[in-house]
C-alpha cells in the first residue's frame, strides 16, 4: 500500500516538474508574477517527486 503511494506521489512529482519547466519555458500564466508563477507547480512536484522516491526506498519488500 504505501509502495503504491509512494509510487502515484512519484509520477505526480514527475508530472508537476514538467509542467513547471514547459510553463515556465511559455513565459508563465502571463499575470502580473509571469514566469515566477510557474515556479509553483514546480515546486509542488519538486516536494512530491522527494517525498515518493523516499517513501519508496524506505519501505522494504515483504517476501
Do not use: C, E, R
Not at 509510487?7 to 513547471?20: E, K, M, N, P, V
Amino acid at each position: 500500500m504505501k509502495k503504491t503511494f509512494g509510487a502515484i506521489l512519484t509520477i505526480l512529482g514527475i508530472i508537476g516538474i514538467i509542467w513547471g519547466a514547459y510553463a515556465f519555458m511559455m513565459g508563465g500564466d502571463g499575470g502580473v508574477l509571469g514566469k515566477w508563477s510557474a515556479l509553483v507547480p514546480f515546486g509542488v512536484g519538486l516536494i512530491f517527486f522527494s517525498s515518493g522516491i523516499g517513501l519508496v526506498k524506505t519501505i522494504k519488500d515483504q517476501t
